[in-house]
């Protein structure tokens, strides 16, 4: 089972998915970490989300690409939350010298959310909605946003459950009738 | 407290201004924790003056949406854009309703 929680920046998607992901009944809860702790920001970032689950027994996993590595670490009855999509694209897409064609980026990271799908209970993933200041970009940018967009469709097409999360009040987007069955 | 959100141009205030007959406005509330933050200002400061001016009446605040782009280049943009995506949490978490506009068309999602 696949859930995908979907906002802007600082919308509150994370403590949205955190709270989703405590409450469901997994004993196995398990925080799939995409960001790389390299500037100041993003370990302020970092210790931000880290407090924000303190307390909710999560086992932290860091993978900044090839996030389905984490297969063998986790139990089959356990529940993984994605933290977050635009992260690991951005890790797949620019991490190894050039850039990666937003295709095979696609082609790739479907495949790592199907592995860990089919390996575990149910997979939460929040993934960030960049796509509507009207701005025009450079063409690594747009490549960037082309991938993103991309698998954000194709997650929300095999997800259970979609929720799009706006001044930290979840809108559920789509429903099937898997969801917490 | 009543919040409206919403892109730009997407007729939040029309639709504020036709529902909330008797309401108090306060409009552009994004610009204003932006301007604050310019005057360096915290999150919480800017929080709390905007919980006290609208302490008294009913008030509906409109704010637009900023968060859904891409990440700023610059460092102030970022801060901007995360520090005004808290407060309209904090403000969403107070408000009795909230409504979100698109096309002029407002769904209340709280």
Known sequence: MITLIYGGSSSGKSAFAEQYTYDLPEKNKYYLATMASLDQESRERISRHRAQRCDRNFITLEYATGVDRALPKVEEDSCILL?????????EMFSEGEIKPADTCVHEIIKQVQNLSNGVAHLIIVSNNIFEDG???DEATKEYMRALGEINE???AISDAVYEVVVGIPIKVKETEHENS | MILVVGGSYQGKTEFARSNFVNAKFFNQTHLFIRKRLEEGRSQS???EELLEATKDGNWVLIADEIGNGVVPIDSFERKYRDIAG???IEIASRSTEVYRVVL?????IK
């Open chain 1, 83 to 91: 933290e977050c999509m635009s992260n690991l694209v951005a890790n």
């Open chain 2, 45 to 47: 400061e800017i929080l």
């Open chain 1, 135 to 137: 701005a025009i970009y």
């Open chain 2, 104 to 108: 002029g068309i407002g769904q209340r």
């Open chain 2, 86 to 88: 808290r407060i309209l």
């Open chain 1, 154 to 156: 194709k997650v929300a």
